[in-house]
């Protein structure tokens, strides 16, 4: 019933930016909150930072300075603008959100991942 589609990930160089997007499709009334986690090699997945409908955003103490979080409700649609890249921001990004359907069903949706690989 809901789909969410990431984009935007790929290889950049340390130093360098990326825009990830994220869409929510589907039989959607409203999205409440959305958020960005990533998930390293043999690492567990980390949330990066979640952001209500009205805009509030809360990020992991380690990620404020250089992530920031947005959306377009408009859009259904969620970003992360990461700069200052580092290797060690090589993962794969996942968004996630919670959906309510038009049938007030409530959906705890995650994307397919997009591949982000910093480059030294």
Request: hydrophobic content about 35%; glycine content about 10%.
């Amino acid at each position: 019933q809901v789909q969410l589609v990431e984009s935007g990930g790929g290889l950049v160089q340390a130093g360098g930016s990326l825009r990830l997007s994220c869409a929510a499709s589907g039989n959607i009334l409203e999205i409440n909150l959305m958020g960005w986690y990533r998930q390293a090699p043999g690492k567990q997945r980390e949330l990066i930072a979640t952001i209500t409908h009205s805009g509030t955003a809360n990020y992991a103490d380690s990620k404020k300075d250089r992530f920031t979080i947005s959306r377009d409700n408009a859009k259904n649609t969620v970003y992360l603008q990461m700069d200052t890249l580092k290797p060690e921001d090589t993962a794969v990004y996942y968004c996630n959100a919670e959906v309510v359907t038009k049938t007030f069903e409530v959906f705890d949706s995650w994307g397919q991942g997009t591949q982000v690989t910093v480059s030294s």
